[in-house]
């Protein structure tokens, strides 16, 4: 009756359990697997003879929801498996059972390096090529991209910005594109063979042509999330011809939880770190083109990055870039189960499994252990989704 769930893009593997009847213990047992529903197969079956089936990835496609031929709301095209076992000296007495399965395709993720602020003499050159479907079914060659602009208010860029023919990860704009003192947001529109989309987003900012040019970027993590227990590494990359300095702030910016993204973290409000502790926060403290941060500082939830640049012979203009950053939030409502719940030392084979565990990032990666009495532990890792 329950319906598994599988990520795309991720190996499957369907195991039957069967024992010989009891007058017969010593006889050879004979499987069939077939496929009796669903959007079909991307690839052929490897094996249907064994006593599992194992699917390699992108073998089993997403499952859509479809309207019924009647009407109605739409219901999950799932996939439906049947297994028949028989002993081989008695082919006509066919045991089967059948199982359903769900196919989730996680979201593409679409990243965009560049933007901040830019000086009149100063090309704009924004990077979407760290862009990628975490399925990895299609590869890189399997994503487009579209490129849109918008100044504030929803305006149309001006003139000076040519997106014509703009349809690769990297984008290039003349020095001059982007007006002194105006704020212009790209989008980047990344799509997957089968429709998914993802949108990344940058925003340049015109600058007097005296201003530092900076770009604040993420060197420690992927996005859209960083890890609460790695290191957060930042970088500005500053273009002015004399010497700049460079000063770090961090605000914790929640957004709506019912619009934002990437969910749920989007939406948490963590408490800022001090990241000028450069004893137990930082490993930089906030002065300088790099600010990194220890492991564990940041919670989950959103924040804002944002470095200010200025000329240190002073008296010019100055400028700032910001970047935001979003730390992953744990699984969340699973439990452990164990059976039998005891047993005796050497001879009693225990199944741990995990059950109920939630979270919007597929596939997810279990890791078992243990702890003994005395203190001393171990374990083993298990992946799945």
């Known amino acids: ?36 529903g669903g959007p079909g197969l991307a690839k052929p079956l490897v094996t249907t003879d064994s006593y599992f089936l194992y699917m390699p990835k992108g073998t089993l496609k997403p499952t859509p929801s479809v309207v019924p031929e009647g009407g109605g709301a739409a219901v999950p095209l799932l996939y439906e498996f049947e297994v028949g076992v028989w002993d081989a000296a008695a082919p006509l007495a066919v045991a089967r059972t059948r199982v359903k399965a769900a196919v ?23 990077d979407g090529s760290g862009s990628f479907d975490p399925a990895g079914v299609d590869g890189p060659e399997g994503l487009n991209y579209t490129w849109t602009c918008a100044a504030a208010d929803a305006a149309a ?14 984008l290039t704009l003349d020095a001059g594109s982007v007006p002194s003192g105006v704020d212009l947001t790209f989008t980047l529109i990344v799509t997957a063979k089968d429709g998914r989309t993802a949108t990344a987003r940058a925003t340049a900012t015109g600058v007097p042509a005296s201003a530092p040019g900076v770009v604040v970027a993420a ?7 960083a890890r609460a227990d790695d290191k957060l590494t930042l970088k500005a990359v ?43 926060v930082s490993t930089t403290g906030c002065a300088g083109a790099t600010l990194q941060l220890r492991a564990g ?32 939030s744990a699984p969340r409502d699973g439990v452990l189960a164990t059976a039998p719940g005891s047993g005796e030392e050497l001879t009693t084979v225990f199944r741990l499994k995990a059950v109920g565990f939630n979270d919007p990032d597929d596939p997810m990666t279990y890791e078992f252990g243990y702890l003994l ?7 083993g890792v298990a992946a799945g989704a």
Not at 219 to 225: C, E, L, N, R
Not at 256 to 277: F, V
């Open 297 to 328: 500082v940041l919670q989950p939830g959103r924040y804002v990055f944002t470095a200010a640049v200025a000329p240190k012979a002073g008296g010019g203009a100055s400028s700032a870039a910001s970047i935001e950053v979003v730390v992953n």
């Open 219 to 225: 060197t420690s993590f992927t996005p859209p999330k």
């Open 373 to 379: 009495s005395g203190g001393g532990s171990g374990g």
């Open 104 to 126: 989730t395709a996680p979201g593409l993720v679409a990243t965009l390096r560049g933007g901040g602020a830019v000086s009149l003499s100063q090309t704009l050159t924004l």
């Open 238 to 280: 500053v273009t002015h011809p004399t010497p700049t300095s460079v000063t770090w702030t961090v605000v914790a910016a929640p957004l709506n939880a019912s619009t934002c993204k990437p969910a749920p973290e989007c939406a948490l409000a963590p408490k800022a770190p001090e990241i000028c502790d450069a004893r137990r």
């Open 1 to 36: 009756g329950n319906t598994l769930t599988y990520a795309y893009g991720a190996d499957v593997r369907l195991t039957a359990e069967a024992s010989p009847a009891k007058c017969r213990p010593t006889s050879d047992l004979v499987y069939e697997w077939k496929v009796l």
């Open 157 to 170: 860029c001006p003139g000076s910005v040519n997106l014509t023919g703009a349809s690769s990860s990297l």
